[in-house]
């Protein structure tokens, strides 16, 4: 007959188990762990200023009108800048830049990713086919795709700031949060604008009603 587990070793068990998940989601020393939703940010959004800022480069190259050449450098300067502090502090988290989870696991069930955003996807992104449309297209028709496209990028790059304002209480992920929030919002108000000036609109917003 088997011995029942005595009580002291269940709790030490038990203890085991939070200090374990504990360490995933904190890390060392009270810095985020490798679950964490900071550091799920960190990732996602390094991967999604790379993306806005490769699509700014495009637009740049085409000689495209002043001031869409000015916000294309503001983008690339803005964004590249912030994508070295999300992977700094990666590695001042002592975390891997690579992960097996899937984008946005870190806001999972907490309301994330508008109608046209799929699950497991950062909500904005350009697809390989806008993307190769963005890089062909010419004169007026390029400045128009690259704003529409822009436009939805930074409403998701919004969004996930938002996301990340409701689960952390980092200081500098919550200051660099707030400036993303009110950084791109400006710029899409920037470059509806610019879209109306040229006969355009913008994409269906991927953003929900407030």
């Given at each position: 007959m088997e011995k029942p587990v005595s009580k002291p070793i269940l709790v030490v068990c038990g203890l085991l188990v939070l200090a374990a998940a504990a360490y995933l989601l904190f890390g060392r020393a009270g810095t985020p762990g490798?679950?964490?939703?900071?550091?799920?940010?960190a990732r996602d959004m390094a991967a999604h200023h790379?993306?806005?800022?490769?699509m700014a480069f495009t637009i740049r190259d085409?000689?495209?009108?002043?001031?869409?050449?000015?916000?294309?450098?503001d983008i690339i300067n803005t964004q590249a800048n912030q994508r070295g502090m999300f992977l700094g502090w990666l590695q001042q988290w002592e975390l891997d830049v690579a992960t097996d989870q899937r984008p946005m696991a870190w806001m999972s069930g907490h309301g994330h990713g508008g109608a046209t955003t799929?699950?497991?996807?950062?909500?904005?992104?350009?697809?390989?086919?806008?993307?190769?449309?963005?890089?062909?297209?010419?004169?007026?028709q390029a400045e128009i795709l690259f704003l529409q496209l822009m436009?939805?990028?930074?409403?998701?790059?919004?969004?996930?700031?938002?996301?990340?304002?409701?689960l952390?209480?980092?200081?500098?992920?919550?200051?660099?949060?707030?400036?993303?929030?009110?950084?791109q919002s400006g710029e899409i108000k920037l470059m509806t604008d610019m879209l109306r000036?040229?006969?355009?609109?913008?994409?269906?917003?991927?953003?929900?009603?407030q």
């Open positions: 490798d679950t964490s939703p900071e550091a799920g940010f790379a993306q806005a800022v490769d085409k000689g495209p009108a002043k001031e869409v050449r000015n916000l294309a450098f799929a699950p497991g996807t950062m909500p904005g992104m350009a697809t390989p086919e806008e993307l190769t449309k963005l890089k062909e297209a010419q004169g007026t436009i939805r990028h930074h409403e998701g790059g919004v969004e996930m700031a938002e996301g990340v304002l409701e952390s209480t980092r200081p500098e992920v919550v200051s660099m949060a707030r400036k993303i929030v009110e950084g000036l040229r006969g355009a609109q913008p994409f269906p917003s991927i953003l929900k009603p």
